[in-house]
């Protein structure tokens, strides 16, 4: 209708006044920490137009900024006057947030206490996918004999082609963030004819495997639970299912089968893999299986690579994607089945901005997708086997290993009876049972491993003349010595400097110790006692790129390397035949500390461990030096009996209260001015309301009470597993308000009590 015409409706008249319509107005929920949508008005010229739709992807104005939003559901407040809303900026053309992530979003905000705009932000993670593609220009390595011989090759200029020569299909923007170099050094490479630029719609999707793929011949107990969960898929609705079963026993096998099935589904799958960056053999396994690579999403891709698999994953063009627990927030179009390997690794918990736990969220979302989820382990978490138990979740068994190869035999070496012998040249830490069957596994031509889960050379360094300890000048820490670096270095916050050669304290000079062991120091004693043995180290801090582990990788499998000296990236889920000896040089290591879940991590850990020795025809053995051999960790592992471990652990924690029998919220309160965070805290403590079946404790130095240069206090809401924490947090906490320089975090379901 044109607007100022006179329209007849019957024998009356209406005069349509010479003013411009009310655009519509719309809900929209932007990646700020905010609450509830803000209501803005339809773009410029959209009057008339197609209304627009919850879930479609906006840029609105805030503040001084363009961020993007989603078109949310629900009636924008009228009440607010017109000329007071701004107007959306652009419309995405990218398909819909739909309504199953909306609600997810919804959900995971309720659940964690985090402002929704949060949730949204770690679904929108991607600004520069969200830019239109088309007709923006691309740069790749240049043909070599364009490049003028006088070119020099700078430092800068260095870095950008390093980038290059990973990938093409970079934007200029993404390359000169990624290199650290100005706009001018890429132009000036383009000039030289180093790198080129060209024009190209970018190709968004990932190949599809192939329809004629085969797996191998199941055994019977492995064909029974791919069955089921074949069967699980093709019906479409949720099922939680543990795939419980040994390492080696084919996990991985069987849910490669119910991938499979969803493929055959034209359905997307997500595999949860902990620290993905790490597990290049998973990559070529599965590549072997499917005859392509997957989608992979981690914290290391290239931005270029982040944006396609965003892309393809929203449009559909990426049918498996396997990550790390951020890639449950992306944008799938039609996900059919979601596993979580490894479903009892802590590392699934986020700590840092949103605190949620992707394990769990990931059933969540399963049940919006009305998908089966497969959470896969050797040693299910308590919780997982509770919801078994009490019929939340289903459970397959697979017994055995694969082929027949046996579980290792656990012994336990008694460090109070068998001391480690000191070496000419300091301390030891391997004692003589574990020193002879090292000798006799490598004498046999086979691989031995050490294990012990610290990063360094020592944990702590000591005067020796007055007892000062080297501590983090911004955390509760000591300083960890790193001597292939000879730097000292905080594991907290990366802070880092030189060995003194004083004592900071007392002046004396060379009087600084090292105390305790480390990867490092391990690999010290073991060059000392078996100087033919060649060694590998295989830490967090030397595998610094996922090329560097997988050519450690090679060489153990190759047998380039007799001894390999570990922390805990090793548990992982490598397969080496020939290794038949672990050797864990303190087992006891990470029972202290004040965690709920110490000995479970304890057993689980070990169990992974262990799980590396003898998995080929060779029998394996693992020899766990401790100090407490009657503990029930110790105990249930030499007896190789892991439900006898939960049992004693489930009691325990149902004895205490704890999860999963209770429930807990962690509430942290940081700042930087001690005194003002103490006020606050006590305020807080002041507030508590009573409320049954729930106590508040705290407030409490934090064990880290000093964190990257902030003071931190911590409060703990344990409830009755029927009375929901979020609901006593909020009641207790929505009328404080806390200065602007303190914060306050509320973590659901905590996992570290630091
Ligand atoms: P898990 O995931 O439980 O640790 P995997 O699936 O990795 O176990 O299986 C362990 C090893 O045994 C792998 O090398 C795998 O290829 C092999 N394997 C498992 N099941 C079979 C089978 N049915 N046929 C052939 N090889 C198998
Ligand atoms: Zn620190
Ligand atoms: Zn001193």
Known sequence: ?????????????????????????????????????????????????????????????????????????????????????????????????????????????????????????????????????????????????????????TAARQKVLDLLAESGGWTGADLAREAGVSNSVIKGLEQAGVVEGYFEVPDFSFPLPPADIKGPDLSEDQRAAADDLISKVRAGNFAAVVLDGVTGSGKTEVYFEAIEAALGEGQQILVLLPEIALSSQWLDRFEQRFAVRPAEWHSELTPALRRKTWRAVSEGKASVVVGARSSLFLPYEKLGLIIVDEEHEASFKQEEGVCYHARDMAVVRAKGCGCPVVLASATPALETMVNVQNGRYERLVLSGRHGGAGMPDVELVDLRFDKPERLDSGQGWLSQALRGAIRQTLEAGEQAMLFLNRRGYAPLT?????????????????????????????????????????????????????CGPGVERIVEEAKKL???????????????????????????????????????????????????????????????????????????LLHQVAGRAGRAEHKGRVILQTSDPQHPVMQTLKAGDRDKFLEIEAETRSRGGLPPFGRLA?????????????????????????IDGARILGPAPAPLSLLRGKYRRRFLVMTRRSVAPQAVARSWLQGLKSPSRVRVVVDIDPYSFL
């Open 530 to 604: 078996f100087p033919d043995a060649r060694i590998g180290l295989m830490a967090s801090d030397t595998l610094t790129s996922p090329a560097a582990t997988r050519e450690m990788v090679e060489r153990i499998e190759k047998r380039e390397v007799d001894l390999l000296v570990g922390t805990q990236v090793v548990a992982k889920g490598y397969h080496f035949p020939y290794l038949t000896l672990v050797g864990v040089v303190d087992a006891d290591l990470g029972l202290f500390g004040g965690d709920l879940r110490a000995a479970e991590r304890t057993f689980q």
């Open 1 to 153: 209708m044109k607007l100022g015409t006179v329209v007849g409706i019957g024998d009356d008249l209406m005069l349509f006044e010479e003013t411009v319509p009310e655009l519509c107005r719309y809900r929209v929920q932007v990646i700020l920490p905010v609450e509830g949508p803000y209501d803005y008005l339809a773009p410029e010229g959209s009057a008339g137009g197609k209304p627009l739709q919850p879930g479609q992807i906006v840029m609105v104005p805030i503040g001084k900024r363009i961020l993007p939003g989603v078109i949310w559901d629900g009636e924008p407040d009228t009440s607010v006057p017109y000329g007071k809303l701004r107007q959306i900026e652009e419309i995405s053309d990218l398909p819909l947030i739909n309504d199953e992530l909306r609600q997810f979003i919804e959900w995971v905000a309720a659940y964690t206490l985090f402002p929704r705009g949060s949730v949204l932000k770690m679904v929108l993670s991607v600004p520069q996918a969200l830019e239109s593609v088309a007709g923006q220009k691309l740069y790749r390595q240049g043909l070599s004999d364009a490049v003028d011989q006088s070119f020099r090759i």
């Open 462 to 514: 000591l005067c020796r003349t007055c007892g000062h300890r080297l501590q983090c000048p911004h955390c509760t820490a000591w300083l960890v010595e790193h001597r292939r670096f000879s730097r000292l270095q905080c594991h907290h916050c990366g802070y880092n400097t030189r060995l003194p050669d004083s004592c900071p304290s007392c002046d004396s000079e060379g009087s600084l110790v090292p």
């Open 666 to 690: 962690a509430v942290i309160v940081s700042g930087p001015d001690e005194a003002e965070l103490d006020n606050f805290c006590a305020t807080m403590a002041r507030a508590i309301p009573t």
